[in-house]
């Protein structure tokens, strides 16, 4: 089973647009991991925001975390092609912080 | 600047056969994962390790077996494969556990057939 479940599944944009994807989760975090992977490729890490956080930003990354609702937001902005690639988000395993899962992911296409 | 090394990169096997993955780090870190990638199920925990000689399972450990005799590697096995087991696999490693990034490697691509 799966901690994050992130939505939509896919997204599609034009370059210069802003994407977002949102992650639930289940339980109780520490903090919340994104990933990108592009194709035939490892996971990246992006971004760590502490469950004490609110937001985080990262260059163009802009994370959110709303832990009443059990979720968090990955917004880019201004895409660009190379932005192309599956988003995940990641949740600790159990309390004792040992492990990440991850959710299904978003992928996102960016045309130009 | 290695980072995370997955040997070998594509593999075949026939149902039945055994073999096993090799992760490599260079990066000190005590913590080290293998998890596998099949497509719409995204990525899911296989075992993981703390420390040298430790290991522990995550959400689908059944029909793996891993080792981590030095703090560098840490090795995947399957014993005896089965189609069910033809996924990419994905070894990623870090400093400590729950405040750190993955550093994750390329992948090992394995057919059973």
């Known amino acids: 089973s799966q901690q994050g479940e992130e939505d939509p599944q896919a997204l599609s944009i034009q370059e210069g647009e802003n994407a977002t994807m949102n992650c639930s989760y289940k339980t109780s975090i520490n903090n919340l991991q994104w990933y990108r992977q592009n194709s035939g490729r490892g996971l990246v890490h992006l971004i760590l925001?502490?469950?004490?956080?609110r937001e985080k930003h990262s260059g163009r990354l802009r994370v959110t975390l709303d832990t009443s609702k059990k979720s968090s937001s990955l917004l880019i902005t201004a895409s660009r092609a190379a932005d192309t690639a599956s988003y995940f988000c990641a949740t600790l395993l159990n309390q004792a912080g040992t492990a990440l899962i991850f959710g299904k992911g978003t992928t996102l296409s960016v045309s130009s | 600047n290695a980072g995370v090394t997955q040997t070998p990169k594509f593999r075949v096997l026939k149902t039945g056969q055994s073999m096993t993955l090799l992760c490599a780090q260079d990066m000190n870190h005590e913590y080290m994962y293998w998890y596998r990638q099949d497509p719409g199920m995204g990525l899911r925990l296989i075992h993981y390790s703390v420390g040298e000689g430790t290991t522990a399972k995550g959400e689908v450990p059944d029909g793996y077996n891993v080792s981590r005799l030095k703090k560098q590697n840490f090795l995947l096995g399957l014993e005896s494969a089965a189609p069910s087991q033809t996924s990419v696999y994905f070894c990623?490693?870090?400093?400590?556990?729950?405040?750190?990034?993955?550093?994750f490697g390329s992948g090992t691509r394995l057919t059973v057939v």
């Open positions: 990623a490693s870090s400093l400590m556990g729950q405040n750190y990034g993955y550093t």
């Open positions: 925001i502490r469950s004490n956080e």
